[in-house]
């Protein structure tokens, strides 16, 4: 049974900086797509950054050049690091896993993080 942990949220001021975690208890590299997913106060879900398999990234323009995701295939661990959040950072941030980038089968609880 897969299951995705994250961690790491809290509230943090604009302009500094903040990494979250997303623990699975499954081998991350039996999927093609890793993702973190964001959804804010009165909007819908969006995407924050994906990895794929090959290992190449891909950004929502939102964040593009603010933030990274990266992964730990060691420790089945996924990360995005937040880099000078803005207060329109504020959301709920998901991690998800899923055969291929179009549908993710797999999700986390979220963990909130609030910029101010």
């Known amino acids: 049974q897969v299951q995705l942990v994250e961690s790491g949220g809290g509230s943090v001021q604009s302009g500094g900086s903040l990494t979250l975690t997303c623990s699975s208890s499954?081998?991350?590299?039996?999927?093609?797509?890793m993702g973190w997913f964001r959804q804010g106060p009165g909007k819908e879900r969006e995407g924050v950054g994906i990895?794929?398999?090959?290992?190449?990234?891909s950004y929502g323009d939102s964040v593009k050049g603010r933030f990274i995701v990266s992964k730990d295939n060691a420790k089945n661990t996924l990360f995005p690091q937040m880099n000078s959040p803005k207060s329109e950072d504020t959301a709920m941030y998901y991690c998800?896993?899923?055969?291929?980038?179009?549908?993710?089968?797999?999700w986390g609880r979220g963990t909130q993080v609030t910029v101010s």
């Open positions: 998800a896993l899923g055969s291929g980038c179009g549908f993710y089968g797999y």
């Open positions: 990895l794929e398999e090959d290992g190449s990234a």
């Open positions: 499954v081998n991350i590299d039996n999927f093609g797509c």
